[in-house]
């Protein structure tokens, strides 16, 4: 079993949809959370941040872990033509070196 | 204008050939990292260095060579040892301590080996 599965898609939703995106991971020792936003040919943005449990917002976009159940979520109001794009889970152990492990992206496409 | 850079953006070689790829941060970071993205395939990390003139091994760093001699500096060589070369190389940076998983990419350099 890989450590961070993320369903690959595509996803392709009308614009101003709500769009949930999700991770699940199987190592219970992972603490830190972030979703990372990949345009084609070009490096991912880091997008969100997340610390053990609970919900994170920023502007359109939500973050979600579920430690219970070790499931990650980003969720994006109003989904924009812009935000068509691969997204990215990542997830690291507390105290390893700062080596992140990554699901294999989910690729978005907002319709206008 | 804060950021890292990475060059060149597209490489072509021929097999059994060595490539240096460049990395360079001015965002004052002391860890780097090499990572290795294929088709449907998530990031993995080739090799990390959490200060100068130190480095680690990551998941995959056979046919890999790095080193660390600048903190501004990271690049990765890729050897004719490397089986499977041609892929998008991205190279990201961070700060240590607690928010070491914040890590920031560059725009990649795609390598595509003949």
């Known amino acids: 079993q890989k450590e961070v599965e993320q369903d690959p898609g595509p996803l392709s939703v009308p614009e101003g949809a709500i769009v949930s995106l999700n991770c699940t991971y199987s190592?219970?020792?992972?603490?830190?959370f972030m979703w990372y936003r990949q345009y084609s040919r070009k490096g991912p943005e880091l997008l969100m941040y997340?610390?053990?449990?609970g919900n994170k917002e920023d502007g359109r976009f939500t973050a979600q872990v579920d430690k219970s159940s070790k499931y990650i979520s980003l969720f994006i109001r109003d989904s924009q033509p812009s935000d068509s794009a691969t997204y990215l889970c990542a997830s690291a152990r507390g105290g390893s070196q700062g080596n992140l492990i990554f699901g294999k992206g989910t690729k978005l496409s907002v319709k206008p | 204008d804060g950021g890292i850079t990475q060059s060149p953006k597209y490489l072509f070689r021929k097999e059994g050939q060595n490539v240096t790829l460049s990395c360079e941060q001015n965002l004052n970071h002391d860890a780097m990292y090499w990572y290795r993205q294929d088709p449907g395939q998530g990031l993995r990390l080739i090799y990390y260095?959490?200060?100068?003139?130190?480095?680690q091994k990551g998941d995959i760093a056979e046919g890999y060579s790095v080193s660390r001699e600048k903190k501004e500096s990271f690049p990765l060589t890729v050897t004719s040892a490397q089986k499977n070369p041609t892929a998008f190389y991205l190279c990201a940076s961070s700060v240590t301590g607690t928010a070491k998983y914040e890590q920031y990419f560059g725009p990649g350099t795609r390598l595509t080996v003949t």
């Open positions: 190592n219970s020792a992972f603490q830190y």
């Open positions: 260095s959490q200060i100068v003139n130190d480095f």
């Open positions: 997340t610390y053990s449990s």
